[in-house]
């Protein structure tokens, strides 16, 4: 079986909608001969290019068409392949503990690599860079709950925000948060306000 014939067959058992790199195929044979496969297969139409050198199966809908893959995920396997670490930026990580209303209009994340700013699909994403202890737990609801303390910041984080947190994390989340590296600050308000929660 040529290279083309094995990468098309590894192809078409990747779930639809799934997005996925060149280099997941890259053992097959050459860069040149993996990214010729994959842009003839582009032109067939049987997968689609959501940003450079990320691709899926074309996942439709009746009712929206073509299904798009969460940027998170794009965005998360781009960083793979680079070797990179991501996480959600603190005002995104702030809104899904119900701690804002605010929804960026730009998706943001943290990286361990160079800030910059990419296009999926229609959307443009940024990508800032960031230091060690901001992407600790990256991936992990910690690590969420971790952005959001970043990004409210010292004078900003109360009872109401820790509460907010603990009741958007398990116990053995909340756990693996408070024993984590970070700002004495942090850490303090968390001891604090955790333990006013538990006397109250």
């Known amino acids: 079986m040529s290279t083309a014939e094995t990468i098309r067959n590894r192809v078409m058992r990747v779930r639809r909608g799934e997005p996925f790199t060149n280099t997941r195929f890259l053992r097959l044979g050459s860069r040149a001969s993996v990214d010729k496969t994959l842009s003839r297969l582009v032109e067939e139409g049987v997968i689609q290019r959501i940003t450079r050198g990320v691709f899926m199966r074309p996942k439709k809908s009746k009712f929206i068409g073509n ?65 060690h202890r901001k992407l600790l737990l990256a991936g992990k609801r910690p690590g969420l709950a971790l952005s959001a303390l970043w990004y409210l910041g010292k004078n900003n984080v109360n009872a109401n925000v820790v509460d907010a947190i603990r009741e958007g994390l398990t116990t053995e989340e909340f756990e693996t948060l408070i024993h984590t590296d970070m700002p004495a600050w942090m850490a303090g308000a968390l001891e604090r306000y955790g333990k006013e929660a538990v006397h109250a």
């Not at 396997?77 to 503990?97: K, L, P």
């Not at 804002?100 to 910059?116: A, I, N």
């Open 67 to 131: 299904v798009m893959p969460d940027v998170t995920k794009v965005v998360e396997v781009m960083a793979r392949d680079h070797g990179e670490t991501i996480q959600v930026h603190g005002a995104e990580a702030a809104r899904r503990f119900k701690l804002s209303t605010q929804v960026p209009t730009m998706p943001v994340f943290y990286t361990s690599g160079p800030s910059r700013e990419l296009k999926v699909s229609n959307l443009t994403v940024k990508l800032k860079h960031a230091s």
